[in-house]
């Protein structure tokens, strides 16, 4: 087992070794380990910081989206908390600055609450504490 708790596994016929992640060991997003260890509100932008888009499209860089989806719509809710779901987990300061608009942010966060880890909502509601009242 590595350092990040992965097994390595060699199967027949492949030449190089692939990694299968232990159930106990789920994979966890780079911000919510930043949280678990206290170093996360530094990465989130004070309120007057966020210049995200109200509308239109937002495309994000491998870096943050590299499965799946990497274009968005923030007019559309389902789109928006999707992109806005893996800005808190993946994003860095600049990143949530940019890509989050604040009246969406308040909106959702009832949303964004349910589909976030918990360790991860107290850091954003202990810096933010407006979001605590959505």
Do not use: C, K
């Amino acid at each position: 087992m590595d350092i990040l708790g992965l097994h390595e596994a060699h199967h027949p016929g492949r030449r190089f070794p692939v990694r299968l992640r232990t159930v106990d060991n789920a994979r966890v997003s780079i911000n919510q380990t930043l949280a678990r260890t206290g170093q996360m509100a530094g990465r989130i932008p004070a309120w007057e910081e966020f210049t995200g888009p109200a509308a239109g499209v937002v495309a994000l860089p491998n870096r943050l989206s590299w499965s799946g989806r990497s274009s968005f719509d923030v007019s559309d809710q389902h789109e928006r908390l999707t992109l806005y779901t893996t800005l808190l987990g993946e994003g860095r300061r600049e990143d949530l600055a940019r890509w989050v608009h604040t009246q969406h942010l308040v909106a959702d966060w009832p949303s964004i609450r349910r589909l976030t880890a918990r360790n991860l909502i107290s850091v954003w509601e202990s810096r933010l504490p407006a979001l605590a009242a959505a």
